[in-house]
């Protein structure tokens, strides 16, 4: 079976990668670029928070310590801005993810 890729980067690749200790009110990451995919871990309770493009503004994949694996409609993780209108291009996520005193990892690829 032949794959044919939706998207490419034609050359141009961004990623950002980012460490923090969760404190408890809602995130807003401007990257200047958006977002195909988007990883949050919460590294002290071992849970992953996954975006991929494609997917609704509402839904994540969401991984907890034991492996199990559910799409979490939450709006954990919220796509933000497009490329032209001058608005900020990155995502979101509320307070319920970006918990106080927790170890997060935070990856956007775009």
């Known amino acids: 079976m032949d794959i044919v890729a939706k998207t490419q980067d034609g050359g141009v690749s961004n990623t950002a990668i980012t460490n923090l200790v969760g404190d408890g009110t809602a995130l807003n990451v401007n990257l200047g670029f958006n977002p195909r995919y988007v990883s949050i871990i919460n590294v ?16 994540t994949l969401k991984t907890v310590a034991a492996g199990t694996r559910t799409l979490d409609t939450t709006s954990a993780i919220v ?3 497009t490329i032209s209108g001058g608005s900020p291009r990155g995502f979101g ?5 970006n918990l106080a005193g927790k170890s997060l ?3 956007a690829h775009g």
């Open 93 to 97: 996520c509320p307070a319920a993810v």
């Open 105 to 107: 990892m935070v990856m």
């Open 44 to 59: 002290t309770d071992q849970i992953t928070y996954e975006w991929y493009m494609g997917m609704a503004a509402t839904q």
């Open 79 to 81: 796509p933000r801005g």
